[in-house]
């Protein structure tokens, strides 16, 4: 069965502080995604990746594809990440989703 | 290169009434999926179509979901008779290639519809 579980559901973190949310799959996999949604906005894909560690700016992608975990990091975080990171793997004709992590950073 | 386009944005619809939803995808892109996100739950499935055709429905209601992607123009999501429980944003996305898919996903700015 396909799932995906995303923790934690909320987060709430001051500005400057490091961020990890997690993910967790059922089923083997050849790529996950990592997306983020702003309140009443569209989706985004952040990053996409089948193995190791991928780095973008302030945000970090690591993936165990035998453990079937990956994590998101958010280094020096800022209001502005303030949105949803949604987590997801292709199979089939379809994607797969988590449910989202709900991320809000204080000034 | 305009990205994946959807309109309207908003949608407000009484019970019984019809909504169309529509997606035109990122150019070069002939497959297109689209996804309902419902309050406080993750994206569900619909499905996916390419150019004229429907490739797998498995995750649309049976009754008054329909969808096409016909050779000019956008791919539309039609709900006919909504009720209440229709209420959601509805995404869709577009790829270049058949799945399974490992590139970067494409998607829209989403359709909220809601139902009164």
């Known amino acids: 069965k396909n799932e995906v579980e995303q923790s934690p559901q909320n987060l709430t973190a001051q500005e400057g502080e490091f961020i990890t949310i997690n993910c967790s799959y059922s089923?083997?996999?050849?790529?996950l995604h990592w997306l983020q949604q702003h309140p009443g906005g569209g989706i985004v894909s952040l990053f996409m990746?089948?193995?190791g560690k991928k780095k973008h700016g302030r945000l970090i992608a690591t993936i165990n594809i035998q453990e079937k975990h990956s994590s998101l990091h958010i280094t020096a975080s800022h209001p502005r990440d303030s949105a949803v990171y949604i987590c997801?793997?292709?199979?089939?004709?379809?994607?797969?989703f988590g449910t989202g992590t709900s991320l809000t950073v204080i000034p | 290169n305009a990205g994946v386009m959807q309109n309207p944005r908003h949608l407000v619809r009484r019970r019984g009434q019809e909504a169309r939803l529509r997606c035109s995808p990122m150019?070069?892109?002939?497959?297109v999926y689209w996804y309902r996100q419902l309050p406080e739950e993750g994206l569900k499935f619909m499905v996916y179509?390419?150019?004229?055709?429907?490739?797998?429905e498995s995750g649309m209601p049976k009754e008054r979901f329909s969808a096409e992607f016909p050779k000019e123009g956008p791919s539309i999501l039609r709900i006919q008779q909504v009720v209440r429980g229709d209420s959601a944003a509805y995404f869709c996305a577009s790829s270049p290639g058949a799945p399974p898919y490992t590139g970067e996903l494409f998607f829209g700015e989403g359709s909220r519809l809601t139902v009164l």
């Open positions: 089923v083997g996999i050849s790529a």
């Open positions: 990746l089948s193995s």
């Open positions: 997801a793997y292709p199979a089939g004709n379809q994607f797969y």
């Open positions: 150019k070069g892109h002939s497959h």
């Open positions: 179509l390419q150019k004229e055709n429907i490739i797998d």
